[in-house]
């Protein structure tokens, strides 16, 4: 398995940004963010974000659905942003290739610690955990078992914890991207 794919290696990395970012707003993040980074938001999108980085800029540009919830927003600007972390942390971005869906469910992991941690809820407070943490789903090989996977987990998080309304409208985003 090539170091892209090495969850052991991208998980410090992830764990010192999420501790580095958690519980600030999206644009104080990306106003101290390394790379420029700009979003703009596509009603032509649907369920699903998209980012590039473009070279000729040095920028990294984002694409987020206009019309989905706020808080799906900012989970798939984060998701987006854990690309960038990675990218620049000499991670290889491994898009249509095998491992992509690894990557991807590291970035959801990423997407939902800072998502909740927008409420003021912690998901991961050790370090020790951030290989478990980030790992998970990362079993996921198409879209609809990422869909899945993610719902299960927050699944685990809400249940019980009387969470804001706004986190369990996530979870139903999973279940029915097409709607969101």
Not at 31 to 38: D, L, M, W, Y
Not at 64 to 71: D, F, M, Q, R
Not at 125 to 139: H, L, M, W, Y
Request: hydrophobic share 45%; proline share 5%.
């Amino acid at each position: 398995m090539s170091d892209d794919l090495k969850i052991e290696l991208a998980a410090p990395i992830l764990y010192e940004y999420y501790q580095k970012f958690k519980g600030k707003k999206l644009s104080d993040i990306l106003n101290g963010f390394p790379v420029k980074i700009v979003i703009r938001l596509k009603p032509e999108l649907g369920f699903y974000g998209a980012s590039l980085y473009t070279y000729v800029r040095d920028e990294w540009l984002m694409h987020l659905p206009a019309n989905s919830s706020e808080p799906m927003r900012y989970f798939l600007a984060f998701h987006e942003l854990a690309h960038a972390v990675l990218k620049i942390n000499g991670f290889a971005n491994v898009t249509f290739q095998p491992g992509y869906w690894i990557q991807e469910a590291w970035c959801d992991n990423f997407a939902l610690a800072l998502t909740f941690s927008t409420f003021g809820i912690e998901v991961i407070t050790r370090p020790e955990d951030a290989i478990e943490f980030f790992g998970a789903t990362s079993e996921a090989k198409s879209g609809s078992a990422r869909n899945t996977a993610m719902s299960q987990r927050l699944d685990g998080f809400c249940n019980g914890n009387g969470l804001p309304s706004e986190l369990f409208f996530l979870r139903q985003s999973f279940i029915q991207p097409t709607l969101f």
